[in-house]
């Protein structure tokens, strides 16, 4: 292709539950978006078919694109999806003698995660999962580490050949090795790992061993064991599947290595040395794009809300900055990793819709059709009805026009279904029960959205509310109403919003480390200076980490931007702040008194002015390393504005739509022929083969020169 501007060189990929959008973008920052059914069991035919179906609309082939992209960046659910059914490898795991049933014990808030709040109230409905790894794989190993990281209790190194022959015979297909306090002193680790690679060598096996010094030296056994497990438990497996998808991109001329979304938000190689990051990575996409298009367009305050098949995932950006959660929970499991602090309701479009046999009310999911997205699509093989079922049936979505035609949709199987299962036990028309299954939903989300953002001390008054994922234009009216919100944006791309996401994550890779770090407020400048020694120590351990993960990438040293951080507190206090370092080294008592200072300032601004507390001192309880290598971004949309008038190509006709229990007749558009400026009343709906955006009657929307349609109650 002679025009340069028009090369093709970034691609996201958001595999979700029920649909793999793709997102690419070209060198003069145009995009494209498409979009697929997902395929649990070839992701990789899903994002080729994803691909063909958005790079059409350039009018251009696989074959000529792929060989001109510079990266490609995945996200998807499929390795969460393999820890939640416990189909990952078997794992034998080396702990301290006496602590075998630490593991299989568990943290005891892991018995009601995700439960609601009735739920947690009653022990009688607790329950544990089955351990990553059962008691039988589980040995122990004498030797002790102390808190201080001394060693009062030397290896028995005999042991650990015992262990390690216990669970090769077994069957093992992978170890791993956490014991007490490895944060502090990973020797005994690190010894019993080569003592379990000698014998694996002497045997003829190369199964991986993990320690948890060299993966997640943080504190927290639970935490840590978890995290290291999971990585040979669920990551080795899915590095198997990213591994197709590259080599399936590779037979159509690609040239890159594939990145994978990681849970801090940036993106790392699928030969990433520390895979579980990438564990949850879907969501996140579209908390990174929407910070990327709130520093575009100067919002400093967004809520986002993404809803998809599954799931109604929220999450707050404030002062242009998202929140990172230390010890979060993923599929049940309470995990060292920092994660975007995000939080999920179990209900979207493909959320199944039941009736309760002993209340008689409207019971929404947790379970899901996911791709097969319900009755109303025949070849799906579903039998319960799901929202999307309700949809259909109520006239908001065109069943004709789903992912661009190629699934037709029965209207009469969908009405069939709801009036067996729902409208009859309750004693309702089949309209009437659809739209209550609605606006149950939307109530709902409306609830969680407003508590999500109240529970943290804001009020929606000062935020910009981001509405995106394939169904998230249909449910925005109802989900927003009545919270006030400064404004409620929708995307065009919002069904490719979390690839768009993918596309504007930094390469980057992160390494925390926890380190123990205190300077009482009559401290001496001697331990100022000690203090910046240790957390300086720390940071060039994991620069190295930073340095050796983009080596493997090709990358050296010089075209890796390192940026410092750590985790303050005031000493006594529970909770700590993650704070960008100001400086790039640290070694004496002016860039102690300059950390403390970048302290003071953020805890201000999370919390208030008048709530810091210099007095009780500092404490420094871990220190991180993140490192940069600069990557094409997509750039914001602009198009000159054509006044409010919808062109005549944009309409479609009209169809009948039920809201709020009265029929209408709502006037229909196409979302691609829409001009910048139009402006359209409700009752309106606006296709795409991709999303479809509902404006009811009492709302109006306009479409902006960066194609964001601006919904508004009238």
């Not at 790894?133 to 580490?145: C, D, H, M």
Request: aromatic share 8%; hydrophobic share 40%; charged share 25%.
């Amino acid at each position: 292709m002679n025009n340069l501007a028009h090369l093709v060189e970034v691609m996201g990929i958001d595999a979700g539950g029920t649909m793999t959008d793709t997102f690419f973008v070209r060198a003069d920052g145009e995009f494209v978006v498409g979009k697929a059914q997902s395929n649990p069991n070839d992701e990789a035919s899903a994002v080729m078919e994803s691909s063909g179906d958005a790079l059409h609309l350039w009018g251009r082939k696989l074959e000529e694109v792929y060989p001109e992209l510079v990266t490609a960046v995945y996200s998807g659910t499929a390795m969460l999806n393999r820890v939640v059914q416990r189909k990952g490898m078997k794992v034998g795991l080396i702990v301290n003698r006496g602590m075998e049933d630490f593991h299989r014990m568990g943290r005891g808030i892991q018995c009601y995660l995700g439960y609601s709040l009735e739920d947690r109230l009653h022990l009688n409905t607790h329950r544990y999962d089955e351990p990553l790894v059962p008691a039988e794989r589980t040995v122990g190993v004498t030797e002790r580490v102390d808190c201080h990281g001394d060693i009062v209790i030397p290896l028995r190194e005999k042991e650990a050949v015992e262990a390690t022959t216990r669970l090769l015979d077994q069957g093992a297909q992978a170890i791993a090795i956490v014991f007490l306090h490895a944060h502090k002193n990973g020797k005994h680790e690190r010894r019993v790992a080569e003592i379990a690679r000698e014998i694996l060598a002497r045997r003829g096996s190369n199964i991986p061993v993990f320690t948890s010094v060299d993966y997640y030296p943080t504190r927290k056994e639970s935490h840590r064991s978890n995290t290291t497990i999971l990585e040979a438990y669920a990551a080795e497996p899915s590095r198997k599947t990213l591994l197709g998808i590259s080599d399936r991109m590779r037979g159509v001329g690609a040239k890159y290595d594939l990145r994978v979304m990681a849970s801090h938000g940036g993106t790392i190689s699928w030969k990433a040395k520390e895979l579980a990051r990438t564990l949850v990575s879907g969501p996140i996409g579209g908390v990174i794009g929407s910070k990327f298009l709130g520093e575009a367009l100067g919002y400093d305050n967004i809520a986002c809300s993404d809803i998809g098949g599954t799931s109604f995932d929220m999450a707050l950006i404030t002062k242009g900055e998202f929140a990172i959660q230390k010890d979060p929970n993923m599929a049940r499991l309470l995990v060292s990793l920092p994660l975007v602090a995000m939080d999920s309701v179990g209900a979207g479009a493909g959320s199944f819709v039941r009736v309760d046999p002993y209340s008689q009310s409207i019971k929404l999911g947790p379970d899901s059709a996911g791709y097969r997205v319900g009755c109303c699509w025949e070849e799906g093989g579903i039998d319960t009805v799901t929202v999307s079922d309700c949809h259909v049936v109520l006239g908001y979505l065109n069943p004709d026009n789903f992912l661009g035609g190629a699934l037709k949709l029965n209207v009469e199987r969908a009405r069939q279904a709801i009036k067996t299962q729902v409208a009859d036990p309750l004693g309702l028309t089949v309209e009437k029960a659809a739209g209550g299954v609605i606006e149950i939903l939307d109530q709902s989300l409306r609830g969680h959205l407003r508590s999500m953002i109240n529970a943290k001390g804001y009020n929606p008054l000062d935020f910009v509310c981001f509405s995106y994922g394939g169904a998230g234009p249909v449910h925005t009216y109802g989900y927003t109403e009545g919270l006030g919100f400064k404004d409620v944006i929708i995307p065009a791309w919002a069904a490719g919003f979390s690839a768009f996401g993918c596309a504007t994550a930094e390469f980057e890779y992160r390494y925390d480390k926890s380190v123990d770090i205190a300077v009482p407020p009559s401290a001496s400048d001697g331990t100022k200076t000690a203090s910046c020694v240790t957390l300086q120590q720390a940071w060039d351990e994991l620069a190295e980490k930073v340095i050796e993960e983009f080596r493997i990438n090709g990358f050296k040293p010089e075209d890796v931007i390192l940026k410092p951080g750590f985790s303050m507190q005031y000493l006594g206090q529970l909770n700590d702040l993650e704070i960008d370092s100001p400086l790039g080294t640290v070694s004496s008592v002016e860039d102690w008194n300059r950390i403390v200072e970048a302290f003071d300032e953020t805890y201000a601004r999370v919390y208030a002015r008048a709530a810091r507390s210099p007095e009780l001192g500092f404490g420094i309880t871990g220190a991180i390393m993140r490192g940069i290598v600069a990557t094409k971004k997509p750039k914001v949309p602009m198009e000159p504005e054509e006044g409010p008038t919808p062109p005549r190509d944009s309409e479609l006709g009209s169809r009948p739509f039920y809201q709020r229990g009265v029929w209408k007749i709502a006037k229909l558009y196409s979302m691609e022929a829409l001009r910048a400026g139009n402006e359209i009343a409700g009752p309106a709906v606006i296709e795409s083969p991709a999303t479809t955006l509902v404006v009811p009657e009492g709302w109006s929307t306009r479409l902006d020169s960066h194609r964001l349609f601006h919904l508004r109650e009238v």
